[in-house]
């Protein structure tokens, strides 16, 4: 499919924007500078729906004493009688950029569509907080959910974890994770949205749509010399999923991709790795579509259609039980 039409007025602003001026790659900021910029960019791209019946701010403790924020959304009010099922999110930013409030509609949304509760965490970004930070910080995050969530509220039975771009790759590297280490909630369902998976940028969808199409290779570059410590962290499984040999035993997989993003590639070999391993997956293809789109409801219906079709996987998944699993169902394209 071609562009989509907003999609494509979308990116001509964005480009006169950076030959005018007005606008400034991230390349050529710091992070600190990058930071605000982005979470701006949220209330002109999305639509954020109304605040839910139940949004309060969390602290949560990290393993080496420090403590990071973290939202907890939920359209009733968590109650140890009745606790919630609960996703834990992580931001997309490319673990430099990115908030509690640039997602925070996406968030409220999900938690809507999905009548489950959603934990979103503030992990700490580079290039302050280097690889593998964010990845521990997630893990603690769920860690505890385990010691703390009935206390909250929340039923650590229940339990997925999802994330968009850098999120998503945090989301995947959890999973498998959580499949080690029975000290953790085993997750049953992962929400992998545009995830980088792969060591090394060189498919040829990288090649295709590595500029022009928003997520610039420059950026993606930026985002990394930021991040990690060397060029051996690449070939990390915590920073690249696909470098995990075995993906056998790892929860189903909802992963949403863009048609038009650098991403796409990597995204479709983790689903076929996963099918292969034994894993049920449900691959959504939204044509005509970009990186980061599910943050731009002012911009396309299609943003706010994946996130009612995450909500949906994630309610079908809350009230399956293992034997009740349906099938490997792979790739959707979205009309």
């Known amino acids: 499919m071609s562009l989509h039409p907003d999609i494509a007025v979308l990116l001509d602003m964005v480009q006169i924007g950076t030959e005018s001026g007005a ?3 991230f390349p050529q900021l710091t992070a600190t500078q990058a930071r605000p910029d982005f979470d701006a960019s949220s209330p002109l791209l999305d639509v954020d729906p109304p605040p839910l019946a139940h949004e309060r701010r ?3 403790p990290t393993r080496d004493g420090a403590a990071i924020a973290a939202r907890l959304y ?14 834990l999110y992580m931001h997309g930013g490319g673990f430099v950029v990115g908030s509690l409030d640039s997602h925070q509609p996406l968030c409220r949304g999900v938690a809507t569509d999905s009548g ?6 503030d992990y700490r970004l580079a290039p302050e907080h280097k690889f593998p930070t964010a990845f521990e910080d997630a893990v603690d995050a769920l860690a505890w959910i385990a010691r703390e969530g009935a206390a909250a509220g929340l039923d650590r039975q229940r339990v997925a974890v999802g994330g968009d771009s850098a999120g ?7 999973a498998i994770e959580a ?8 997750p049953l369902l992962q929400v992998l949205a545009y995830p980088g998976l792969s060591s090394r940028q060189v498919s040829d969808s990288y090649s295709r749509y590595g500029s022009g199409f928003l997520l610039e290779r420059d950026t993606v570059d930026w985002f990394f010399r930021q991040y990690l410590r060397d060029d051996s962290d690449r070939d990390d499984w915590r920073f690249a999923p696909l470098a995990v040999c075995d993906l056998s035993g790892l929860p189903p997989a909802l992963i949403v991709l863009a048609e038009y993003d650098p991403l796409l590639d990597e995204g479709r070999d983790y689903a076929s790795r996963l099918e292969a391993a034994g894993v049920a997956v449900d691959l959504q293809v939204y044509p005509g579509m970009i990186h980061e789109f599910l943050r731009m409801g002012n911009v396309v219906a299609d943003a706010l259609q994946a996130r009612a079709a995450i909500g949906r996987a994630l309610a079908a998944a809350f009230r399956t039980t293992d034997s009740e699993r349906p099938p490997a169902n792979m790739e959707r394209h979205r009309d």
């Open 23 to 25: 606008r400034i790659p």
């Open 58 to 60: 969390l602290s949560l």
């Open 74 to 87: 939920a359209e009733r009010e968590p109650d140890s009688r009745s606790p919630m099922p609960v996703l």
């Open 116 to 121: 489950a509760a959603v934990l979103s965490i």
């Open 168 to 174: 998503g790759t945090l989301a995947a590297a959890l």
């Open 179 to 186: 499949r080690a280490n029975g000290d953790l909630p085993q």
